[in-house]
C-alpha cells in the first residue's frame, strides 16, 4: 500500500485541475486521479485528421480585463497566480439571442443590452433595471433561497412572456439542469457572466489553457495519473465514526488520502461509497439534460460566406422556449431551439484560417444510448441524420455553412457519458446541487458540476473554493 496523500482529487477536469493548483501551492501532498486518458473533462479536445477539436469551448464566460477588481475571472486567476496575459484572451464581436419576431444583441459592453431591450421592449425598461439591481445586489455566491427558480423572479420584474422567454433561453442552455427554469441563484451568475462581464476565447482552443494549468499543477508538486479511474471510496471506522480514508482504483490498487475532492458527480460518487451510500441517492440528484453537438469546418470563416459575425447565436423558432429533454421523436434531439457558435468570431492575433462553426441541441440520452449500443453503422448514420435536421432548422438563424464544408466532427450524450462519466450525459450534473460540497461521508467532499458551479471559470472557482473551505481552511 502507498504512502499517504494528504488530497485525492477524482477527475482532471477544470474543477480538479484549479483544487489541485491551489492545494499544491500550500504544499499538501496531492494526487490528481482521470480515469480517461487525457485531462480537461467536459471541456478538453481531441484530434481528427490533424484539426484539433474542443469537446465543449463555446465562449469563455466572465470575461473580464486585466485588473478589473471584484469579478471571478481575477479572483481565479489571483488563487492561481495566473497571469492574465497567459491566457490570451480574444473578446467577441458580439452574440445574440434570436427568436422568430425579435433579435437581442450583446456583447462584453452592457450598455448595448441594455439599449437592445430599450429598443424591443420599450416598455420593460424599468422593470430591466430593477431586475439588473435586484441581480447585482444578491449575493448568488451564496444564496439564501437556492431552491427559487428564475422563472418565478423573472414575472416579477417583467410583463412581456417574450422578453422573460429571451432571457431564459441563454441561461438554461449554459447552466441550467433542471428542465423548463434554472436556479435563480445560477440565473444571477449567468447574467453577469454573460451580459456584465462577456465572453472570450483563448487564442488556440482550450488545449493552451489546459496545458497552461497541467503545466502549473506539476511544477508545483502535484502528481496527475491518467486512465486511473477510481472504482470505489475506501472508508475507515464504523457506524457514525466512519470517514472516508482512500480509493481503490479500477486496477484494484489502493491509495491512501485524510481527504477526497470528487469532480464526478453526487450520484457516481455516492455508488463508488458502496450500496448503502448509493441507495441514499434521490431522483432530483441525477440529471437529465444533454446535447448534441455537431462541428462544421469549412474551407472559409462564416463571416466570408455569410457575413456572420456572431460568437454565439442562442436561437428558439417560436414565442415560448421548451428546455428539456426531448421525446426520442424521428432524431432524438429538439430542433426547436440551440446553439450556433463561432470561434472565428472572437478577436485573435492569429486569425483561424479556415471556419468553425458548432451546433448545440437538446439531445434525449436514452434514444444515443440504445443507439449506440446498436450496430456502429446505424449510430453513426442516424447521428448524421440528425445533425442534417438541426442544421436545417439552424439554418433560418445563421447562415448554412454546408455548402462550404471541408470536415465534421459529431458526439451525442453517449459521448459525453462515455468520456466524462457523467450519467445521461447530463453535462450540467443533478438538479439538486450540494453547494458546501460536504457529503454525509466526513472527508470525502464534492466540487465542480454537482457542487453547483458550472462553465469553465464556474467549475475551477469551485475545486478552488472547496479546496479553500475543506483542505486549507485551518492552515492556509
Ligand atoms: C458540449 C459542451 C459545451 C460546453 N460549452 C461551454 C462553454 O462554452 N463555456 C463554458 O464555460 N463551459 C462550457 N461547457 C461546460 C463546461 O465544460 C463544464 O461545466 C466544466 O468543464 C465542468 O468541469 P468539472 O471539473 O466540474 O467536471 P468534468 O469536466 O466533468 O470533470 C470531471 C472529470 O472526472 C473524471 N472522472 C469521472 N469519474 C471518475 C472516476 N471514477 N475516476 C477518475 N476520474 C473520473 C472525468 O473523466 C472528468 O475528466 C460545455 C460543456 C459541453 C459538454
Known amino acids: 500500500m502507498a504512502d499517504k496523500y494528504d488530497v485525492i482529487l477524482i477527475g482532471a477536469g477544470m474543477s480538479g485541475l484549479a483544487a489541485g493548483i491551489r492545494l499544491a501551492q500550500y504544499d499538501k501532498r496531492v494526487l490528481l486521479l482521470e480515469r480517461h486518458y487525457l485531462w480537461g473533462g467536459l471541456n478538453s479536445f481531441y484530434k481528427r485528421r490533424g484539426r484539433i477539436f474542443d469537446v465543449g469551448l463555446h465562449a469563455l464566460t466572465n470575461f473580464a480585463p486585466r485588473g478589473r477588481r471584484g469579478v471571478p475571472l481575477t479572483k481565479l486567476l489571483r488563487q492561481l497566480r495566473i497571469r492574465h496575459e497567459d491566457l490570451q484572451l480574444g473578446e467577441q464581436r458580439y452574440s445574440e439571442i434570436a427568436f422568430p419576431s425579435e433579435r437581442l444583441r450583446f456583447s462584453n459592453e452592457f450598455a448595448l443590452f441594455e439599449s437592445e431591450i430599450a429598443r424591443a421592449f420599450p416598455t420593460e425598461v424599468d422593470g430591466f433595471r430593477r431586475l439588473t439591481s435586484a441581480i447585482f445586489e444578491y449575493d448568488s455566491f451564496a444564496p439564501a433561497d437556492p431552491d427559487v427558480l428564475a422563472r418565478k423572479v423573472l414575472s416579477e420584474y417583467l410583463r412581456e412572456p417574450l422578453l422573460i422567454e429571451m432571457l431564459m433561453l441563454p441561461m438554461c442552455y449554459y447552466g441550467s439542469a433542471i428542465p423548463g427554469d434554472i436556479a435563480w441563484y445560477q440565473f444571477a451568475i449567468l447574467f453577469k457572466s454573460f451580459y456584465d462581464e462577456g465572453f472570450a476565447r483563448p487564442e488556440g482552443g482550450i488545449r493552451p489553457l489546459l496545458d497552461i494549468l497541467v503545466k502549473r499543477y506539476k511544477s508545483l508538486g502535484g502528481e496527475l495519473r491518467m486512465k486511473s479511474g477510481v472504482a470505489e471510496i475506501l472508508r475507515t471506522g464504523c457506524g457514525d465514526s466512519q470517514r472516508a480514508a482512500g480509493v481503490r482504483l479500477d486496477s484494484g490498487e489502493e491509495l491512501l488520502a485524510d481527504q477526497i475532492l470528487s469532480s464526478a458527480g453526487f450520484a457516481p460518487t455516492m455508488e463508488m461509497c458502496g450500496a448503502e451510500m448509493a441507495r441514499k441517492v434521490r431522483p432530483t440528484d441525477r440529471g ?73 441541441a437538446l439531445a434525449n440520452a436514452e434514444h444515443w444510448e440504445q443507439l449506440a449500443a446498436g450496430p456502429r453503422e446505424e449510430y453513426e448514420s442516424h447521428k448524421y441524420a440528425a445533425s442534417q435536421a438541426f442544421l436545417d432548422s439552424a439554418a433560418r438563424f445563421a447562415p448554412d455553412p454546408r455548402p462550404f464544408e471541408i470536415d465534421r466532427d459529431a458526439f451525442t450524450p453517449h459521448t459525453i457519458r462515455r468520456f466524462s462519466g457523467h450519467p445521461r450525459g447530463a453535462v450540467y450534473g443533478a438538479p439538486n446541487k450540494r453547494l458546501d460540497g460536504t457529503t454525509d461521508l466526513p472527508g470525502l467532499f464534492l466540487m465542480g458540476t454537482d457542487q453547483g458551479l458550472l462553465g469553465v471559470v464556474g467549475a475551477m472557482l469551485s475545486g478552488i473554493s472547496m479546496a479553500n473551505r475543506h483542505s486549507l481552511q485551518p492552515t492556509a
Do not use: H
Not at 297 to 317: E, H, Q, R, S, W
Not at 318 to 344: K, L, M
Open 288 to 360: 437529465q439534460l444533454s446535447f448534441n453537438e455537431t462541428v462544421i469546418v469549412t474551407d472559409k470563416p462564416p463571416l466570408t460566406f455569410g457575413n456572420y459575425g456572431a460568437a454565439i447565436t442562442f436561437f428558439n423558432d417560436c414565442e415560448t422556449f421548451a428546455y428539456s429533454s426531448p421525446d426520442p421523436g424521428v432524431w432524438g434531439i429538439d430542433t426547436r431551439s440551440g446553439v450556433i457558435c463561432s470561434p472565428n468570431n472572437y478577436a485573435a492575433k492569429e486569425p483561424l484560417k479556415e471556419g468553425w462553426m458548432r451546433f448545440t
